[in-house]
């Protein structure tokens, strides 16, 4: 049974990082021909609204959140 658990958190580490590339793509893509091009032109406006709903500490937490998932990675 602890087999079968490690092998789906496996799976869903690997979709994860899957995901992260893909944000980052988007976001550089965006970024570099602005928001006319298909499918990754509205990322940084949605990256901007979850910024923005974080509140005034938003950049607080994505750094804390930045620095906490690299101590996990030790």
């Known amino acids: 049974m602890l087999k079968m658990f490690k092998k789906i958190k496996k799976q869903l580490w690997d979709v994860a990082e899957i995901l992260a590339a893909v944000l ?4 550089l893509i ?7 091009v ?4 509205g990322i940084m406006a949605n990256v901007q ?3 923005d709903s974080l509140g005034s500490a938003g950049l607080g937490v994505i750094v804390a ?4 998932t ?5």
């Open 24 to 27: 980052a793509v988007s976001v």
């Open 30 to 36: 965006s970024g570099l021909f602005g928001s006319d």
């Open 38 to 41: 298909p499918f990754f032109g």
């Open 49 to 51: 609204g979850v910024i």
């Open 65 to 68: 959140v930045m620095l906490l």
């Open 70 to 74: 690299n101590i996990w990675k030790r």
